[in-house]
């Protein structure tokens, strides 16, 4: 049950309360005051879209609070909305929530029925959904659901993969030719930068051995200067003797004598390395290249990509190998897939014609009681929907015949604005019903659900709101004063005008104050107080 809402700078409303009791609780005034504002409000809360512009303007947000009375416990639920940015929180006991969850939650908390609904009516697809919702079995529609979508996502598998085949099938010739190409080139990783470091190598090694070879000749040149300097040195060595100031040169010459013969050795063996052996020669590497270069200008790529481009080739020419066992499982899938859904559709078929025949009684007993003739009739006609070869989805439909004599029609055929209420309200009557705890039924809205009727019917309708009422809480938007004189509880909405500025205010009326409210509803006058007054006693 909603006990509490409150409502604060949304609109014209600058901060309201409403306390609602159990039972019918009535909510009227002037065209235009904002009695289905305040219902918009609630929509919002239940996780509705609303414009930031309605915003009071100079406030930083709007908010709506509502305390829910359930079995479990209180509930406290609160939506704001930001002037500045639109976007809205939502809290649940003071938690943040999400508004996924709280529209999970609407359904539990509350049934809001207006114009709209009558509209809504009219599509087949919400009669379809009317009907599904009285299958007993409600959990044969999500299984249905289930069944259905491993279908399309075999069928989605499926296509795609025949897609990817066909492409790969027609690039066959080409992939072949590239393929062919590559192995006969056979590119390995990195090749084409380990061949170019190995000629600047080879190119280096062939300029060193020319300048070993530079060296070995000066050293053992026509002028050998090795010998010369054995010469020089035997020289200085009797040069020192004879003057003693000469041998620290003696000793220079003799060292550099000594460093020339090791040099000497040193060139002859060459460096460590100078004569490992190369298992390609400076021509094999050149050519090498000129195959590695054809091969980038003939595809058009880089050596990487075409060392890419091959492990991408064997692949899609290994998957058009395999395709058709891919596809031969996939078709196995396909066909358990359907016969799972076919049998569920079955079954859900089955349950949908059994709920139409209770259905269609039901809705006829309720029509009744709302001044609806006794002869009126009402059944399902069922639209067969292949949703794949073999399984059939059949979606309800409501005809009715209003009079003897005439043929079944679509609502939209024939149904007036009055007609509709009454169908709207006998639909939420039965659906409201859903649980035998009534404190677990949710709050039922009727934002002037009563449009387009009066008269006896009008009658008609205020007994079935009031029994509805004394099943569960009701929140009614009315201009008939024979149905708001029905409530337990009684708000006035109004507009009023402070210092230049519009406020929307709601005042729950005592005695003395509906008495006033229905005569005015009524028309006022003597004419008006007398009907308030029989509605009062």
């Not at 600058?14 to 009791?21: G, P």
């Not at 409600?138 to 259905?148: C, L, T, W």
């Not at 000629?199 to 070995?216: T, V």
């Not at 934002?447 to 929140?475: C, F, P």
């Amino acid at each position: 049950m909603l006990e509490l809402l409150r409502i604060r700078d949304l609109a014209l409303i600058e901060d309201v309360e409403l306390e609602f009791s159990p039972g019918l609780n009535a909510l009227t005034g002037e065209t235009g005051a904002g009695k289905s504002f305040i219902m918009r409000a609630v929509d919002f809360l239940m996780g509705e879209r609303m414009d930031r512009k309605l915003v009071r303007p100079g406030k930083e947000k709007a908010s709506v609070e509502a305390l829910f009375v359930l079995p479990e416990g209180e509930t406290i639920i609160r939506r704001e909305l930001s002037a500045e940015t639109g976007r809205s929180r939502v809290y649940v006991n003071d938690i943040l929530s999400s508004q996924p969850t709280i529209r999970d939650m609407g359904s539990k908390l509350i049934i809001h029925t207006s114009q709209h609904g009558q509209q809504k009516l009219l599509s087949p697809a919400f009669q379809a959904e009317v009907l599904d919702s009285f299958i007993p079995d409600q959990g044969i529609m999500p299984k249905r659901n289930e069944k259905f979508a491993i279908l399309n996502d075999v069928l989605e598998r499926k296509r795609r993969l025949m897609e990817k085949f066909d492409d790969v099938e027609k690039q066959r010739d080409f992939l072949e030719y590239q393929k062919k190409e590559i192995d006969k080139v056979d590119p390995q990783p990195g090749e084409e930068n380990n061949l170019e470091e190995r000629k600047k190598i080879l190119k280096d090694r062939e300029h060193a051995g020319e300048c070993l070879q530079n060296a070995l000749d000066i050293l053992h040149g026509d002028i050998s200067l090795l010998d010369n300097m054995t010469l020089l040195a035997r020289e200085m060595e009797i040069i020192s003797r004879l003057f003693p100031g000469f041998d620290e040169d003696r000793e220079a010459i003799e060292e550099l004598r000594i460093r020339l013969h090791d040099l000497d050795s040193r060139l002859r063996r060459g460096p460590s390395n100078f004569n490992d052996d190369e298992s390609m020669s400076l021509d094999d590497i050149e050519a090498r290249l000129y195959d590695l270069a054809k091969l980038k200008r003939k595809l058009r790529r880089g050596l990487d990509e075409i060392v890419g481009l091959k492990a991408e080739i064997d692949d899609n020419l290994s998957f058009l190998d395999a395709c058709a066992l891919d596809i031969k499982t996939l078709k196995r899938e396909e066909e358990n897939a359907a016969k799972e859904l076919k049998a569920t559709l079955t079954t859900l078929n089955r349950a949908r014609q059994k709920a139409a025949k209770e259905l269609s009684s039901r809705i006829v007993d309720e029509l009744s009681d709302l001044g609806f003739s006794e002869h009126v009739k009402v059944h399902f006609e069922f639209d067969s929907r292949e949703l794949y070869p073999g399984c059939e989805d059949m979606r309800g439909r409501l005809m009715w015949v209003p009079n003897p004599g005439q043929t079944a029609q679509p609502l939209d055929k024939i149904a007036s604005g009055g007609e509709l209420s009454r169908f709207l309200l006998a639909l939420v009557t039965m659906r409201g019903n859903n649980e035998n705890n009534p404190d677990a039924r949710p709050s039922l809205i009727f934002d002037e659900v009563d449009a387009g009727i009066g008269g006896m019917t009008l009658n008609s309708v205020g007994a079935k709101l009031r029994t509805l009422a004394d099943r569960q809480q009701m929140l009614l938007i009315t201009h008939w004063p024979q149905l708001a004189g029905k409530a337990d509880r009684h708000f006035l909405i109004m507009k009023e005008v402070i210092d230049g500025e519009t406020y929307t205010r709601c005042d729950r009326l005592e005695t003395s104050q509906i008495k006033a409210e229905l005569s005015r509803m009524a028309g006022g006058g003597e004419q008006g107080e007398a009907l308030a007054e029989q509605l009062c006693k």
